[in-house]
């Protein structure tokens, strides 16, 4: 199981881009990076996954380096509506296990 | 996109009642379906694993005789909360992962419901 380390809390302005850290030191070589966003008393939101270097879709972009120790969630230009707590899960598809994830607050 | 449907989205019972949360993959089927449990301002929490046709797998420190969990179909897997008390409120969730090939070309391999706030008095 891949323990995960992320920021508790960030804070941004709109239409800045906001980076998210996550520590993975132990991912193995099967595991599999995934952020997902949750608004209160809502069920998580897939948002973005990768297994080495960039991905970018139509919301994120997800930065992985070449030995897979961390992966940086990056949200162009937010808005106050991506104010939102933001999971990195690191696994295989069995392990769905939550860290305590980055409470993302946009101010205007 | 795939639809995890959760019912019901809130309830408010009495101690001692118990509880039934439903989880339901519309569009896709599900061998596998994940439960948790979140207390404000906090992370979820795995509770279980659930198996199509077999006993769920229960994390450590959460009792299966107090959630028991079924799983009887492809697209429907329960949670019933038994004899409730205050301290079983909570925010739960279930997730669902598509049997191999329902969702094609897609990275997105859970889906959340939109969660049951179980408020027990």
């Known amino acids: 199981l891949a323990k995960t380390t992320q920021p508790i809390s960030m804070d941004s302005y709109e239409g800045q881009e906001v980076n998210i850290t996550c520590s993975h030191n132990?991912?193995?070589?099967?595991?599999?990076i995934t952020w997902y966003q949750q608004f209160p008393s809502q069920g998580p939101r897939f948002i973005i996954q990768?297994?080495?270097t960039k991905v970018t879709n139509e919301v994120a972009s997800l930065f992985i380096p070449a030995d897979r120790k961390s992966s940086t969630l990056s949200l162009p230009r937010v808005s106050l509506s991506d104010t939102a707590v933001y999971y990195c899960?690191?696994?295989?598809?069995?392990?769905?296990?939550f860290g305590a994830g980055t409470r993302l607050t946009v101010k205007p | 996109g795939a639809v995890v449907s959760q019912h019901p989205s809130r309830v408010i019972c009495k101690s001692g009642t118990s509880v039934k949360i439903e989880c339901r993959s519309l569009?896709?089927?599900?061998?596998?379906m994940f439960w948790y449990r979140q207390f404000p301002k906090q992370s979820l929490m795995l509770m279980a694993t659930?198996?199509?046709?077999?006993?769920?797998?229960?994390e450590q420190g959460v009792e299966k005789d107090k959630f028991l969990i079924n799983h009887a179909s492809l697209t429907l897997s329960t949670l019933t909360v038994t004899s409730a008390h205050p301290e079983d409120s909570s925010f739960y969730i279930c997730?669902?992962?598509?049997?191999?090939?329902?969702?094609?070309?897609?990275?997105?391999?859970?889906?959340f419901g939109s969660g049951t706030q179980l408020s027990v008095l």
């Open positions: 997730s669902a992962r598509p049997t191999g090939g329902d969702i094609p070309a897609t990275n997105e391999k859970l889906f």
């Open positions: 132990n991912i193995a070589t099967n595991d599999y």
């Open positions: 990768g297994y080495k």
């Open positions: 899960l690191v696994g295989e598809d069995n392990d769905m296990r």
């Open positions: 569009d896709f089927q599900a061998t596998t």
């Open positions: 659930s198996n199509e046709g077999s006993k769920a797998t229960y």
